[in-house]
């Protein structure tokens, strides 16, 4: 059964500081997925990584897949306030569009 | 940009009564999910639907949930007798070629049974 594991699972920052989450997970996959969630809504695609070594970026956001170490890393440059919200990653096992699996989040508190 | 719709947004229905949640997955989409979040908790799959049926489907959906696809667009997820614990957000989800653009979630059902 496919785990998929992310720690921090609770971020609190300040702004302007640079911060990594991290998503491990168990079986081999080379698709992963991360979403952002704000409180009481729905989940907002991010990044898609589909092959190792895949790297994205996105304002102070950048993203990276290590399919050999089962790992993928959300980094965070300068943050500011709205940044806030909780991150998710999620792996899709099989490349066969059955399911991806989340991760159990974490929750990016940034602060003033 | 195109959107994975739910209706409705907010449910409350009676333990042991009947719901059905609705979702209009994206036109060109294959491949049709739902999900559930308790409060605060991580995102659990129950179900995927490829062609006209169920791919895969985990523990949490057993005889008490179905889907059904009754028409070209329309894509739902019944409870058949509601438990407190069914308490949830549930999302459906859509994706096109294998998920290689990514899977794209709906706004949400939450759902509560008293």
């Known amino acids: 059964e496919l785990k998929v594991e992310q720690n921090p699972l609770f971020l609190s920052m300040q702004e302007g500081k640079n911060y990594t989450i991290y998503c491990n997970y168990s079986?081999?996959?080379?698709?992963l997925y991360w979403y952002r969630q704000d409180p009481g809504k729905s989940l907002e695609s991010l990044f898609v990584?589909?092959?190792?070594?895949a790297v994205k970026q996105e304002g102070r956001l950048m993203a990276s897949l290590d399919t050999k170490a089962r790992l993928s890393t959300l980094h965070i440059t300068a943050a500011v306030h709205d940044l806030s919200a909780t991150y998710f990653c999620?792996?899709?096992?099989?490349?066969?569009?059955?399911?991806?699996?989340f991760g159990s989040g974490t929750r990016l508190s940034i602060r003033p | 940009e195109p959107e994975v719709t739910q209706t409705p947004s907010h449910q409350v229905t009676q333990m042991g009564q009947e719901v059905i949640l609705r979702c209009v997955p994206i036109s060109n989409h294959l491949y049709f999910y739902w999900y559930r979040q308790i409060l605060g908790q991580k995102v659990e799959f129950l179900v995927s639907f490829y062609n006209n049926e169920i791919s895969e489907k985990s523990e949490i959906f057993d005889d008490q949930f179905s889907v059904e696809r009754p028409d070209g667009s329309n894509f739902t997820l019944k409870i058949r007798s509601t438990k407190l614990e069914d308490s949830a957000m549930y999302f459906c989800a859509s994706t096109g070629e294998t998920g290689r653009r990514g899977y794209t979630f709906g706004s949400g059902t939450r759902l509560t049974v008293v």
């Open positions: 999620a792996v899709d096992m099989d490349s066969s569009a059955s399911k991806i699996i």
């Open positions: 079986t081999t996959s080379d698709r």
């Open positions: 990584l589909l092959s190792n070594g």
